[in-house]
């Protein structure tokens, strides 16, 4: 939260005061037009005027002194004729927050394919002396973000259980070797350049690896006991790789829960700090986990184990053993492979999944320049986004998923890309990704009850002071448009942002030319 002082609240005050008298009269709720239906329902009927008249009602909404010290970019044009809408530094560059996804989901669709489906390997070093593997068992992993619960009911063992049943089939019940994960598809580094040192513990910034388990996070379920008592902190997965240090305290209702986590930096020592009233509901949170690729491990021995298959070694990285392996002379078992990615781009872009979007990056560097690093996803999507008539050497993107500040974007680039997309055979794909207004992902709370709601699919963006929202909406006669709307360097809450781009938004919704 920020804390203003009493005279900026008061101006405060009285700037949100004039936004939404500037919202009503724009939205048409004090004309006279307004019907005793559009009463009851809540929406005005629509607003007929010229191109040149919506500009300048557009115009006066950027406005908003509430955004006086704030730079807006903005585009907005029209899919059917290419007439521009409303223009506001237009070439500008910003920094795009997630809508840097809209960049990543595109280049996915266009270089690896709607159907492209993420694979892990099995394969074993040594050999089969009838129900023994005597030697390692190795998983290969490519990038799969899926291996989790997300897919599978909320069963996030639902794939190692596969796994170990397949084993099982093959009449594998135990391994005397090591289970090694594989991870040399990838690069080591786990966190996206430009990002904040402290978004270390957080989900949104979990590290990312060739192999991966649970979004390479833990699961917490805290809940309250007596008052003064420790809480009960229950974690999932239940695996021995985490250390969790439990300082939350359960205190009266008439006190406040606050929940902290933080996880020491190169370690899996989890410490949970705070208090939670006594009749709070449980409370879940997350935490990311150093070294995904053991953590997956381990909890794969743990499967494999309950499963009843024996595994005398360990559960180990394959960068800490002393040499590569060798797959020429290693054996084939069985391949596990994802939805495909027309179904996972919806995860990325209607939830802003960060991780979904940092490994697809990686998984097209590794697909073109066959390793998995950001630069190479990055310079793998060059080309298309030079066929999209977007200069490369006039953006800076350093993630996939826009979590960096680095990463730099005009509003006329973006409209760019829509536009690109909307002709393209994957277009259906790209535009039921988007978060739909007042219907779900990051825009279900937002348009709702007005003619942007069910109507605007757009990719909504957030970053300390950056708000930004592009897609595309269809205006009272129809028209197709698409459009970027961004606001940077702002001080006053983002709900205040989010108004004005709502307001955009619905003012398109309700617009029909003379």
């Not at 005027?49 to 919506?54: I, Q």
């Not at 990686?362 to 999507?381: C, F, L, Q, R, W």
């Amino acid at each position: 939260m920020l804390n203003y002082p009493k005279k900026k609240l008061n101006m405060f005050m009285k700037n949100i005061a004039f936004s939404i008298l500037f919202i009503l009269i724009v939205s048409g709720f004090l004309s006279e037009s307004y019907s005793q239906e559009a009463k009851i329902d809540s929406v005005p009927k629509f607003s007929f005027g010229t191109v040149p008249e919506l500009w300048q009602q557009i115009d006066d909404i950027f406005n908003d002194p509430n955004f006086s010290n704030a730079n807006w970019g903005v585009v907005i044009q029209s899919l059917v004729t290419g007439e521009y809408f409303y223009k506001k530094n237009e070439n500008k560059l910003f920094i795009p927050a997630s809508n840097l996804k809209l960049f990543t989901t595109s280049a996915a669709l266009n270089i690896l394919g709607a159907d492209y489906k993420f694979k892990t390997e099995l394969h074993y070093k040594g050999k089969l002396d009838g129900p023994i593997l005597r030697g390692d068992l190795v998983v290969r992993g490519f990038g799969d973000p899926t291996i989790s619960g997300r897919f599978f009911n909320e069963d996030i063992y639902k794939v190692f259980n596969d796994w170990a049943d397949s084993l099982l089939e093959l009449g594998i019940d135990e391994i005397s070797g090591n289970i090694v994960g594989d991870d040399n598809a990838f690069d080591n580094k786990g966190l996206g350049k430009g990002w904040a040192w402290d978004y270390e513990t957080d989900w949104y910034a979990a590290p990312t690896s060739a192999i991966s388990f649970n979004d390479n996070c833990v699961d917490l379920l805290i809940k309250p006991t007596r008052i003064g008592q420790k809480a009960e902190i229950k974690i999932t997965p239940e695996t021995k790789y985490i250390v969790l240090i439990n300082n939350v305290i359960t205190v009266p209702n008439d006190s406040d829960t606050a929940i902290k986590i933080y996880r020491e930096r190169g370690t899996n020592v989890i410490n949970v700090y705070g208090t939670i009233t006594q009749k709070n509901s449980p409370y879940k949170a997350y935490a990311t986990v150093n070294n995904p690729t053991q953590y997956s491990m381990i909890v794969l021995k743990e499967v494999l184990l309950q499963k009843g298959i024996k595994v005398n070694g360990f559960p180990i990285d394959i960068d800490d053993i002393s040499r590569d392996i060798d797959f020429s002379d290693s054996y084939y078992l069985f391949s596990y492979y994802s939805l495909p990615l027309k179904d996972i781009i919806k995860v990325i872009n209607k939830n802003s999944q960060n991780f979904f979007a940092e490994q697809l990056m990686k998984v097209i560097g590794y697909e073109v320049e066959n390793y998995g690093t950001i630069a190479n996803g990055v310079d793998a999507s060059e080309n298309i986004f030079n066929q999209m008539g977007i200069n490369t050497d006039n953006i800076a993107i350093f993630d996939g998923s826009g979590l960096s500040r680095m990463n730099l974007i005009t509003p006329n680039q973006f409209v760019t890309l829509l536009n690109y997309m909307y002709r393209s055979d994957d277009f259906i794909y790209f535009y039921n990704s988007l978060p739909i207004a007042g219907i779900d992902g990051t825009l279900a709370n937002r348009m709702r009850k007005t003619r942007a709601q069910n109507n605007v699919r757009a990719k909504t963006g957030f970053v300390y002071s950056v708000r930004s929202l592009c897609g595309y909406a269809y205006t009272g006669d129809k028209e197709p448009i698409a459009f970027s709307i961004i606001v940077n360097n702002f001080t006053v809450p983002v709900v205040l942002a989010d108004n004005i781009q709502d307001l955009v938004c619905n003012r398109l919704a309700n617009f029909k030319r003379k």
